[in-house]
């Protein structure tokens, strides 16, 4: 008996080489799980994956509960150290571990403005979901420093004390250095309401739940939120998180400042980032420097403040505050700060008590580029305000006491006569706006009746 010859195939068998690259490319891409090994403290040790420092991933617990993300802040030999974005549970020996590409940038478009966002750019207010826009990088290279325009122009914050004495330029970075309580967040919300800015991206790292909502409703207001983008990141939450959501506030500063924008940058506050970078350095096992800051944190700081500046699209002028602890000045993170940014703005306690709003102190803060974008009799008149404002803090505890007999010094009886209309040039009420002009006149009009 003979065999069954070959059998035939008919042709509608066959695929083609355009199907079989369709169903390819249709097809679920390959996938390599690692497995949690330990976890210690917050800090999460995986084997089996491949990944690089920045890197996210995700863990998918056995049980079925929502995955933890996390990113990847090191490793020893083939284990890498995760440092969590989101809460810690559900997870055991064993567990799932696939990396998340798309988790290095964020989603980015015009919709942004007036939403509330988290550190993983997902909306937190009830407006409903934010549309898909560009990706953009979290973290991008610091810019060529000869391609920045010379700062030259000033911004209009709507403060009198900052708009004459401390002015500050397009792509400026300020700080903000004050002890908690002293009025930084209320001032932050002057700022935001009454600047020529067109659009503000405010991140508030390391906040009390609490006083979200109330600088929201209270300091921003309606006006001011309408043209802001805020980044959320409470106290509460991953110290990864924290600091990513000042990653992402940058990135849509960022992408603001490519549509040709002026852009107020401001992050309350600088200090907190600087803790929960610690935090997540500590926990790799990084050794402690100075107050226990390592060395990573020092590092981090010009390339995170460094991201603001003028360019030639547009500019990200930076508003940092620095919580300073017992109102120290010279505390590693403040010190670090000052010398990176290009001028400060010391709030006083002092001040504070006396109900003096803003509690600015002119002797004690400085803009690195007054003679620069001050028109120069503004500029004379502003030096002759500090003039006199020191001449009266120099023999202040001798006046208050009686000790000092007028017609000693004439400078400082001059101040004497001059302080109390320095002092009530240097208040503002919360809701009264100052333009740089009505700055300015206010200034001239000071100093005419001399």
Request: aromatic fraction near 6%; charged fraction near 25%; glycine fraction near 8%.
């Amino acid at each position: 008996m003979k065999p069954n010859p070959d059998p035939v195939v008919a042709p509608d068998d066959y695929l083609g080489l355009g199907t079989v690259l369709s169903r390819v490319a249709q097809a679920a891409p390959w996938v390599v799980y690692g497995k949690v090994s330990a976890v210690v403290g917050n800090l999460i040790e995986v084997v089996g994956l491949e990944a690089t420092v920045g890197d996210i991933c995700r863990i998918f617990p056995k049980d079925g509960a929502s995955a933890v993300i996390a990113e990847t802040v090191g490793f020893v030999g083939r284990r890498l150290k995760l440092s969590p974005l989101s809460p810690l549970r559900n997870l055991a020996p064993g567990d799932r571990v696939a990396l998340d590409p798309k988790s290095s940038s964020c989603p980015v478009s015009l919709a942004l403005l007036g939403r509330v966002i988290d550190g993983m750019a997902r909306p937190l207010d009830d407006a409903g979901p934010i549309p898909d826009g560009v990706c953009y990088p979290l973290r991008t290279p610091t810019p060529n420093p000869l391609t920045r325009p010379i700062i030259s122009q000033q911004l209009d914050v709507g403060i009198r004390a900052i708009n004459s004495l401390l002015p500050i330029g397009k792509g400026q970075r300020m700080g903000i250095f004050a002890g908690s309580g002293v009025g930084k967040s209320t001032l932050l919300g002057m700022m935001a309401r009454y600047t020529s800015a067109p659009v503000n991206v405010i991140a508030l790292i390391g906040e009390r739940g609490r006083e979200v909502n109330e600088f929201l409703e209270s300091e921003l207001g309606e006006e001011g939120r309408r043209r802001s983008v805020v980044v959320v990141a409470t106290s509460d939450q991953p110290a990864t998180l924290r600091v990513r959501a000042a990653y992402v506030a940058c990135a849509v500063a960022e992408f603001f400042r490519d549509q040709g924008l002026d852009v107020l940058f401001m992050m309350d506050s600088v200090t907190r980032f600087a803790m929960a970078a610690r935090e997540i350095g500590l926990a790799a096992g990084e050794p402690p420097a100075t107050k226990g800051y390592p060395p990573s944190v020092f590092g981090l700081l010009p390339q995170l403040l460094e991201r603001a500046g003028s360019f030639d699209k547009g500019s990200i002028t930076g508003i940092y505050t620095v919580l300073v602890e017992g109102d120290d000045l010279d505390d590693p993170i403040a010190d670090t700060v000052r010398s990176i940014l290009d001028g400060h703005i010391v709030l006083d306690r002092e001040l504070a008590q006396r109900r003096h709003y803003p509690a600015i102190h002119p002797l004690k803060s400085v803009s690195r580029l007054t003679d620069r974008i001050l028109d120069p009799e503004i500029k004379t008149l502003a030096t002759r305000f500090i003039e006199i404002f020191a001449d009266y803090k120099r023999s202040e505890d001798m006046i208050q006491i009686g000790a000092y007999v007028r017609g000693s010094h004439p400078a400082t009886d001059h101040a004497v006569q001059m302080i109390e209309k320095l002092n009530d040039y240097l208040r503002q009420p919360v809701e009264e706006r100052c333009s740089i002009e009505d700055a300015h006149r206010s200034l001239k009009e000071l100093f005419r009746e001399q």
